[in-house]
């Protein structure tokens, strides 16, 4: 069970050539993500959402502010603390991210490797993951071969490989038609309920944040525009 909490966030870019001001990314954002919630962050492109999420899982350092991630305090961490805790932190992104000449497999227990799990462990672990996300029967397939619901739901079995409290989601269904757009977010939605686990999710699709979120946020400019229960932000007023 992991709680997200930021505080007062900050991220600034230097300027494009000396003696431009700052790129403000990040504009004192405070978001306080329960347990086991699920948390959208909605806004136009440009909004600061994807630096935003790249500031949770560790990618980035920000400039200001405070990011508790479970127990970690992601911003008093050196890089070399960083690292344990970013196993704790899984990621899905809008164009997947995947080796796309390798096997569904061997994606999906890359970072069982790179986390040092011995191989034996390593392959049962990826036969769960891959029941789970319902390409039991892929595993030899590569990637190339998968249609793009097949490619994303191999992106969430390799973000689950560690065992993550939370789960990071950058535009997941963006590129997928609506009908496999629907069974990602239910699939994200059975991690959630049956896995326990935080989801925090970017998406310019209100349909998405309907569907699936507890809470949203809503960013402009860097900023908190709004923020609230989902049914509260967007009820008419
Ligand atoms: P999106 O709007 O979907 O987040 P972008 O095209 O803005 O995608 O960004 C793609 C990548 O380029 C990101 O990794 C981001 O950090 C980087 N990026 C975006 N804007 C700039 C910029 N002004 N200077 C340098 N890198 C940038
Ligand atoms: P969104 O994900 O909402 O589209 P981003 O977080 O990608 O927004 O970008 C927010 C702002 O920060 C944009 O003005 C973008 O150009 C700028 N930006 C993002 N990444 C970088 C970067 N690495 N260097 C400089 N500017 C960046």
């Given amino acids: 069970m992991t709680r997200v909490q930021l505080t007062d966030v900050g991220k600034r870019y230097p300027g494009r050539s000396k003696g431009d001001p700052d790129i403000v990314a990040v504009d004192d954002v405070s978001i306080e993500v329960a347990s086991g919630e699920i948390h959208a962050i909605i806004g136009y492109s440009g909004a600061g959402k994807s630096t935003l999420l790249r500031l949770v899982n560790g990618l980035e350092r920000a400039t200001s502010g405070t990011i508790t991630v479970g127990e970690a ?24 991210n995947l080796f796309h000449s390798k096997s569904v497999a061997k994606n999906v227990e890359y970072p069982l490797v790179v986390a040092g799990v011995p191989a034996a462990e390593r392959a049962a672990r990826v036969a769960e993951l891959l029941a789970f996300v319902g390409l039991q029967d892929r595993a030899r397939a590569y990637v190339d ?45 059975r991690v959630n ?41 967007f009820s008419a007023p």
Wanted: cysteine-free; charged content about 25%.
């Fill in 73 to 96: 305090v992601l911003t008093d961490l050196s890089e070399r603390q960083l690292r344990p805790v970013r196993s704790q932190i899984g990621m899905i992104f809008q164009q997947f």
């Fill in 145 to 189: 071969q998968l249609s793009g619901g097949q490619k994303q739901r191999v992106g969430i079995a390799r973000a689950l490989a560690t065992s993550p409290g939370v789960l990071l989601a950058d535009e997941a269904t963006s590129a997928l038609d609506p009908e496999t757009s629907r069974e990602v977010l239910a699939l994200l939605k």
């Fill in 193 to 233: 309920d049956e896995l326990g686990i935080t989801i925090i999710l970017i998406t310019h699709e209100m349909e998405v944040v309907r569907e699936i979120a507890d809470r949203v946020t809503v960013m402009d400019g860097g900023r908190t525009v709004e923020q609230g229960d989902v049914f509260e932000v």
